[in-house]
Structure formats: C-alpha cells, structure tokens
C-alpha cells in the first residue's frame, strides 16, 4: 500500500504494540518505522508504516531498510561471540595476540573483553580523519594500532561510538582472514535468511529509507560544555546524517555505526541470544556461548555518555541507563532512537528501526513505549 500505514500482523495478546506503533504514525513522532518482537524464537510482532523520507513519496514498505547507526554494534558482538564460542578467540587474551600491531604505544596489556565493553581508552581517533577515512579499513585500523589510550585501559567506560567496530572487527580479520562484514553475512545473516547488512550491496540501494536529521541543537555534537574527550567522539568525524545516503556509507563496513537493515531483521538475528544459541531451527552458539554476553566486564559513569553504564561483552547490561524488567537482559541502541532488546530470561526480543532521528544514542520514549507494550502482553 501507498498510503503509509500500518501493515503486518501481532499476536492477539500483543496488539497493544500495533496502538502504540500506530499512535506514533498518527502524532508524526514517526515518519516511517518498524517494529519486531519473536518470543522463543517465533516471531510473534511485525510491523511496518509509514513513509520511508521526509517528502512522504515512498511508502515503507515490507523489506525497507535503514541505517541503525550503532544499533550495528549488537551484530558485531554477536560474530565476535560466535568466533568466541568455536574457540578461536579468547575475550581475556591480549589484543596483540590477534593483532601484533596494536601493542605500541603501551597497549601490550589491552584485552579484547576491554574493546568489547567500551573500557580500551581508545573512544577516538587522535589524528585529524575526514568522513572518507571511515571507508579506508586499513587506515582507520592502523591509525588506532598506533595511538595511546586516552584512559588506562579497563578502568572506566567510555564509549567507542566509532572506533570499536574497527577495533573487533580487525581482530576477527586477523583470526578468519575475512571481513567482519563478511563473517556476519556467511555465518549468520545468509543461514538466517535475515535481511541486515555491514557492507550493502548497491543492488539493495533503492530499498533504503532516508534518515532525516534530528533537529537543529539536537544532534550529537551539540551537547553543551562538552569534555575533550566528548568533542573528539563528536567531532573527528563530524557525524554527517546525510552521508548515509551515499553509496560509500553505505558500501564501507563500519561495524560500530553502518548498519543497515530492519526490525524484523534484528529481532531475528538476535533470537539467537534470546533462545540459547538456536534460531529458525538452527544451532548457532552453544548456550554458554550466549550468555558469555551477560558477564559484567565494567561498569561506572561513562566518560563519553555521561551516564551510568554496565557493559557486558559488546552490549548494555540491565542495571544501567535503560531499566529492564528482568536481570539476564541486555540491549543496545542507535544515533536517533534504533534500539534492540534480548532478554535471555523471557526468551524474547524487541527491535525498533526507523527514519526519523531523535537526539539519542540510546533509544528514545517512542522503542520504550513498545517495549512497555510487549512486556505488558508478556505479563511482565
């Protein structure tokens, strides 16, 4: 349908999502949206509306597809856990151990656990880098290899907005000899049949919804009395919305932050985690495996997000800034308000893409306003 509105299906004890994700169209707090939740591993909300830019001339349609910004870096911790799992990498060894290279500077000691949880001191680039650099994988790579952490590893989170997915995504490089992006698409995307991409194909390129900006004074770098270490993350790149209508964004892998796919794609993906290692019938992780996602490795005020922070291994731990209702959960977010939730214990997970950006690393009211619907269905 043309006309923008809601399409797809909700199980009778959950059409409390379908008002709230139609409520959201009506207001205009959405442009264009989706919205996914499977409960052991069945897909049980899929939701689709609105318009897929700004203009209103595209519908969003079944199989759009956005950029999630970090919400990418949920499936870069999902590959990272799965070469983890096979045992072909050890989240307590040194990073130089994969990576010789990134020893100078007195990084020797650094662990993987530490670029998976936030904690590596290495938030930013200390060279000036252009938007372009984040498309040149060897140069990003080798220019953090080279630097000193702005903070002693292991001591404090800090938010690696763009530099993690290049940090564990050259570790798995250096194990597989492949892509990130490419582990992800043969081990997990491809047998899933899910529709979510860290390097887009150009022949998917009409499929992509245009993000539209969050408003003036909104915006990541316009937070007021930023520390140096904020205005590096902010600042070198500048964050560029509208670079993601490129095909170099979309083309690059950018593990932390270009991402590109849908609700549905990521509320399956993760099912993975939700279910003990097994989705659509297949077994991915072992359940240890999984839940090697849920070990605090730090947590304190982050010195980049300003907030209180828990961080497993590469996601949020309940207990931080986001408040969920059961301890073996874990989440994380995208510039503008993507957001997934897996929570291990109620076997479910909830995942919310959209075009229209809020001011928010996080998530924002409207993913929560669908959870809080999903966990009443639940009877939580």
Known sequence: ?????????????????????????????????????????????????????????????????????????????????????????????????????????????????????????????KEPITNDDLYDWEKATSLLAAQAPYWEPGTAPGYHALTQGYLVGEVIRRITGRSLGTVFREEIAEPLGADFHIGLPASEDARVAHLI????????????????????????????????????????EIPAAGGTGNARSVAEIHAILANGGVARGKRFLSEAGCRKALELQIEGTDLILGGPARFGLGFGLAGGAVPLPNPNSMFWGGYGGSLVIIDMDARTTFAYAMNKMAGTTTGDMRAFALAMAMWSGLGG
């Not at 203009?55 to 911790?77: C, G, L």
């Not at 020893?103 to 904690?119: F, I, P, Q, T």
């Not at 990541?220 to 670079?243: H, K, R, T, Y």
């Open 213 to 252: 900006p969050p408003p003036p004074g909104a915006a990541i770098a316009d937070g007021p009395g930023q520390s140096e270490l904020q205005a590096n993350m902010s600042n070198n790149p500048g964050i560029d919305v509208m670079a993601t209508r490129t095909r170099g964004w979309r083309g690059a």
């Open 1 to 125: 349908m043309a006309d923008g509105s809601t399409q797809g299906m909700t199980h009778d004890r959950f059409t409390g999502a379908r008002t709230v994700f139609d409520g959201h169209l009506a207001s205009g707090q959405d442009i264009g949206a989706s919205f996914c939740a499977t409960l052991e591993g069945e897909t049980v909300v899929d939701l689709w509306g609105g318009f897929a830019d700004a203009e209103k001339t595209r519908a969003w349609e079944r199989d759009t597809i956005v950029n999630v910004y970090s919400t990418t870096k949920t499936m870069t911790a999902l590959t990272a856990l799965l070469v983890a799992d096979r045992g072909d990498l050890d989240f307590d060894a040194p990073v130089a151990k994969y990576w010789p290279e990134f020893a100078a500077n007195g990084k020797a000691g650094v662990k993987v656990s530490h670029l998976m949880a936030h904690s590596a001191g290495l938030s930013g680039w």
